[in-house]
Nanobody, 124 residues
């Protein structure tokens, strides 16, 4: 497993931008598929997007497609979530996750490595 720590959350106005970062410990980062999930108050945790081992393939939830971009820098053991055109419904705790399995979006949560999360609040 890898240890993950997110950063970059905060308060932003509707239409604004934020960039989240997630840094991993260990030497196996490049062998992990990385994902971003989020959980809003009173709702279940949901998949936001993922990026393959080398960064060539990304997938997004329909709700963020075209607004959010995931990237990674394996030399820095880091993955990023660029969030543009933020909406109030994007308000949530955002979590970084890692797995060696390519199907990160549908894996049982207890099989993933998780960070502690970072709060994103979008307000008008």
């Amino acid at each position: 497993q890898v240890q993950l720590v997110e950063s970059g959350g905060g308060f932003v106005q509707t239409g604004g931008t934020l960039r989240l970062s997630c840094v991993a410990s260990g030497r196996t980062f490049s062998s992990h598929v990385m994902g971003w999930f989020r959980q809003a108050p009173g709702k279940e945790r949901e998949f936001v997007g993922s990026i393959s081992w080398g960064g060539s393939t990304t997938r997004y939830a329909d709700s963020v497609e075209g607004r959010f971009t995931i990237s990674r820098d394996n030399a820095k053991n880091a993955v990023y979530l660029q969030m543009n055109s933020l909406k109030s419904e994007d308000t949530a705790v955002y979590y970084c996750a890692a797995t060696r399995n390519p199907y990160i979006a549908t894996m049982p949560p207890d099989l993933l490595s998780w960070g502690p999360g970072t709060q994103v609040t979008v307000s008008s």
